[in-house]
C-alpha cells in the first residue's frame, strides 16, 4: 500500500494545505487505486472502526457529521464544492455580526477587538448578533418554508422580526436601518441613490445555496434596498461566494462576480489597496469592498472576521459580509470553538438553515 500522503497527492495533485491530512491517517487506511466496481476508481479509505470501504470525500462528511470537524485547511480548495454548506456562511456570518456589535460606530485605530466583548453602543451580552444576522435567518426562514425565493414571505418575515423581535436573542429587533425601517412601512423597497446602505448585503449570502438566478437575488435584496447599487451588490457578493465556494482561486471568482458599472470597477483592485483607503462605513460598496479587502489578506476565518471588525466604523456588518464569505470558504470547523461557545440564539440559527439546496458536487470530477 502506497503512503497516505502519497495517495493524497497522487489523486489530488499536490497542494500545501493537505498535509493535515496526515492528522487522520491512524482513522483510516488510504487507498489510491480501488479495485472494487462498486466504489470505482477513485480513492478511498477504510474506516478502522468497522472496516469499511468509503471513497474518500464520504469518509471526510462522516468525520463532520460525528462532530469530528475537519478543521481549516484540511479540505484543499479542489475538494471543498463537496463538503461546504450553507451552516459554513451563516455562521460565518453571525459570529462575526457578533464579534462586532460592541464596536459599532467607534473609529478605526480607537479600540481592538480580540474575541467576543459585551457593551458598546446597543449594551449587548457577549455573543449577541443584531439586525444584520436577525434579517439573513428570517431569509433561510423562508427559503426554507417556501422551498424558493418568495419575497412577500421574506418581507413578512423581515416585518415580524421588526414588530415582534422574530429571529433575534432576546426577543427584540436592535440597529434598525434606515432604509429597512422605511421600506418595511411602506411596503416597497427604497430606489434613492442615498439609499444604499448595505442593509441588503449583510442578509443576502444565503442564497449563493439555492439556486436563485440574478433577478431572485436582485428582488431579495430589492424589498428593502431596491436601487441599483444595492441590488448589483448583492448579486456580486452571492456569484462571489460560489465561485469560491466551487473551487476558484480568489482573483478568478472575483472576476466574474464584479458587476458591469463604474461604480463597481473599484472592486477589481481593492484587495491590493492599503488599510488606509478601504472604508468601512455603512454605504453597501463600502462594506462589500471591505470584505473583499479582508478575506484577501488574511489567510484564516478568524483573522478575517477581526481584520473586518477591527477596521472601525460599521464593525457588524463589515464583519458580517467578511464573516459569510470567510465562512463559505474555511468552513465552519474553521470558527474558533470559543466563538461559537459564545454565540448566542443558536438554536434559531439551526431552526432556519434550509436544507435540500445546496450545492453538493460528486468528487472527484
Ligand atoms: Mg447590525
Known sequence: MISFEQAVKMALGYDP???KFAEYENAFEFCADCDDEAIGPQPYVIMKETGERVPFPDAVMRRRE???????????????????????????????????????????????????ASGGAHGQLAGTFSDDT????????????????????????????LHEGAYTPDGNAFDVGNATRTALAEGRGCEGERSNGNGSLMRIAPLAYTTADDDEVRAASAITHAHRIST?????????????????????ALKYSIPEGEQFAFLADVASRPREEVRSGGYVLDTLGAAIWCFANTS??????????????????????????????????????????????????????????????????
Open 17 to 19: 494545505r493537505m498535509r
Open 66 to 116: 460525528r462532530g469530528e470537524l475537519v478543521r481549516e485547511g484540511d479540505i484543499p480548495a479542489s475538494m471543498r464544492p463537496a463538503f461546504f454548506t450553507l451552516r459554513d456562511a451563516v455562521y460565518g456570518a453571525a459570529v462575526g455580526d457578533a464579534l462586532g456589535v460592541p464596536y459599532e460606530f467607534q473609529s478605526r485605530g480607537s479600540f481592538e477587538c480580540t474575541g467576543m
Open 134 to 161: 436577525s434579517l439573513m435567518l428570517a431569509l433561510c426562514d423562508s427559503i426554507r418554508v417556501r422551498g424558493r425565493v418568495d419575497v412577500r414571505d421574506m418581507r413578512r418575515r423581515f416585518e415580524s422580526w
Open 232 to 252: 448589483e451588490s448583492c448579486v456580486c457578493f452571492v456569484k462571489l461566494i460560489r465561485n469560491l465556494v466551487g473551487g476558484n482561486p480568489f482573483e478568478l
Open 300 to 365: 484564516s476565518y478568524a483573522d478575517c472576521v477581526l481584520a473586518a471588525v477591527n477596521l472601525g466604523s460599521d464593525t457588524d456588518t463589515t464583519a458580517c459580509v467578511a464573516g459569510a464569505l470567510a465562512g463559505a470558504v474555511y468552513g465552519y470547523g474553521a470558527i474558533p470553538d470559543e466563538w461559537l461557545d459564545a454565540l448566542r440564539a443558536k438554536d434559531i440559527i439551526e431552526q432556519c438553515l434550509f436544507h435540500g439546496f445546496e450545492k453538493v458536487r460528486s468528487w472527484p470530477e
